[in-house]
């Protein structure tokens, strides 16, 4: 279905998942707020949108670890001010830096991690709960992962984070499904042929995970009308089919 006058903002936009999912939004008449820290990466996805002729996007770069509570809260505004209203968000951004063990990690590699994964999905959130409030419906979308529930040996505060955040969100879906407007999601993407999985899984055959597009049906099912009503859902790519 058309997605013509849903505004979607997306964090970690210049990232392979995040641009994936915008461009494929996108193109089915979604308007965009593209938000990363990189600049390249960011008028990459732009230029990238703007070639497939669909609705030009809004390029917005963001450092999500080392912004305060006022800038988070002036996004919200600038947000409110040129739209009204927000249709979604997607978290995309990751950070993960190393498989480490617990006995050795860095406090600064520890506190920057939980600054990405969970304490931006949180501040983002809290702030523009009242501009997806005034939406008839709204789709929140937090990007997981696969192993989050095994607790895995040296995943350390990347997987404290994934399970930290699952909590969260099921948290928000239930304090928000009696208004019946904002739906929660938890995405996870599983193994595909991401730059993440490039780094994290260096020697692996990729030519044998699936690509990123072939998410693209999933997002356009997360965050259109299809998914109205669903809430408190953990959607696993590698089991979901539509």
Request: aromatic share 6%; glycine share 8%; net charge neutral.
């Given at each position: 279905?058309?997605?013509?006058?849903?505004?979607?903002?997306?964090?970690?936009?210049?990232?392979?998942?995040?641009?994936?999912?915008?461009?494929?939004?996108?193109?089915?008449?979604?308007h965009i707020i593209l938000l990363d820290k990189n600049m390249a990466r960011l008028e990459a996805i732009y230029d990238a949108i703007v070639a497939a002729k669909a609705s030009e996007p809004i390029m917005y770069p963001f450092d999500l670890a080392g912004a305060n509570e006022n800038e988070y809260q002036e996004l919200a505004d600038r947000?409110?001010?040129k739209y009204g209203s927000l249709q979604g968000i997607l978290h995309s951004a990751v950070e993960l830096i190393a498989f480490t063990?617990?006995?050795?990690?860095?406090?600064?590699e520890w506190g920057h991690t939980l600054n990405v994964n969970l304490n931006a999905p949180f501040l983002l959130?809290?702030?523009?709960?009242?501009v997806l409030q005034k939406s008839e419906h709204a789709a929140l979308v937090f990007t997981s992962d696969s192993s989050a529930r095994l607790a895995q040996a040296y995943s350390g505060a990347y997987g404290v984070s994934k399970i930290?955040?699952?909590?969260?969100?099921?948290?928000?879906?239930?304090?928000?499904?009696?208004?019946?407007?904002?739906?929660?999601?938890?995405?996870i993407?599983?193994?595909?042929?991401?730059?993440?999985?490039?780094?994290?899984?260096?020697?692996?055959?990729?030519?044998k995970l699936?690509?990123?597009?072939?998410?693209?049906?999933?997002?356009?099912?997360?965050?259109?009308?299809?998914?109205?009503?669903?809430?408190g859902q953990v959607i696993d790519a590698r089991t979901f089919y539509l």
């Open positions: 279905m058309p997605l013509t006058n849903q505004v979607i903002l997306i964090t970690g936009a210049g990232g392979g998942l995040g641009s994936t999912a915008a461009l494929a939004l996108a193109k089915k008449g979604a947000i409110e001010e063990p617990v006995a050795t990690l860095p406090a600064q959130t809290r702030v523009l709960l009242p930290a955040l699952e909590g969260f969100a099921k948290i928000l879906a239930e304090e928000l499904e009696s208004s019946n407007k904002i739906r929660v999601t938890v995405f993407p599983g193994p595909v042929d991401s730059p993440l999985r490039k780094r994290a899984f260096p020697a692996e055959d990729k030519s699936p690509t990123m597009q072939s998410l693209a049906p999933i997002y356009l099912y997360l965050f259109g009308s299809e998914s109205i009503g669903i809430t």
